[in-house]
């Protein structure tokens, strides 16, 4: 698993252009912070998972790379797991980088919100900001096992309209959307959860119960499934 976790960053890492949107990213969330501190926390660096966690398995299957890492003895499980986990390590890599160069940017061209933007506040908006994309990762992780390419995100996206469509207040399918949105789609104020509040920790429930889910689903369903040899 833990070999599977380094493919994977050495993968992400090892792409010019994923690098570029990476830094990209870094960068913007750099020049927001430096100009308005770091008001409810990072907003732009977010979108590096999915960055990260698209076409996770996909590819590997694609490419005919999979095939031959499962030929040798390890179990498709770790393979799964070792992906997610190598994600997760590369998100935690690339949130580092951007909570640097956002200090460094505060230091140089925004010296008096030096004292809002600390290495402390800073790595607890890193922590909160990794929590919120695990989530994701996930579920981008299940889509991958069996839709081809980068449809994950499609998939992600379907997901999120689906479960966000309008009805009328009070109606049934009003009250199952919205069921349905706080146990597959639960929204955590991490800031607020990790400070003990009792609805946030409750959603930190859901989510964590939620996450499970849907890891577990990526496992069975990439389990059973048949793999094509060569490309598709």
């Known amino acids: 698993m833990i070999e599977m976790a380094r493919r994977l960053i050495r993968q992400k890492f090892g792409s010019r252009g994923l690098v570029v949107a990476l ?40 490419s005919g790379a999979l095939q031959m890492i499962l030929a040798r003895p390890i179990r498709r499980t770790q393979y799964l797991f070792g992906r997610y986990f190598g994600i997760l ?23 008096s919100l030096a ?72 929204d955590v104020d991490w800031s607020e959860a990790l400070g003990g509040s009792g609805p946030a920790l409750a959603a930190a429930g859901r989510w964590v119960f939620a996450l499970t889910v849907y890891l577990a689903l990526a496992a069975v369903v990439f389990s059973r499934r048949e793999l094509p040899y060569g490309n598709d």
């Not at 750099?30 to 966690?53: E, K, Q, S, Y």
């Not at 590369?90 to 925004?110: E, H, K, P, Q, Y």
């Open 23 to 62: 830094a990209v990213l870094a960068l913007m969330e750099t020049f927001g912070v430096a100009h308005r501190g770091v008001g409810d926390g990072f907003t732009i660096a977010t979108w590096g998972i999915f960055i990260l966690a698209a076409g996770s398995v996909s590819r590997d299957v694609a």
């Open 115 to 186: 004292a809002d933007v600390s290495p402390g506040r800073l790595a607890a908006l890193a922590g909160t900001t990794f929590l919120s994309g695990a989530f994701p990762a996930a579920i981008l992780l299940f889509f991958s096992t069996f839709l081809p390419g980068i449809a994950d995100l499609l998939g992600l996206l379907m997901l999120n309209l689906v479960l966000h469509l309008p009805a009328s207040a009070g109606s049934a399918f009003a009250r199952i959307s919205e069921t349905a949105r706080e146990n597959l789609l639960p």
């Open 89 to 111: 390590a590369a998100f935690a890599i690339f949130l580092f980088v951007t909570s640097l160069l956002a200090f460094a940017g505060v230091r140089l061209a925004m010296p």
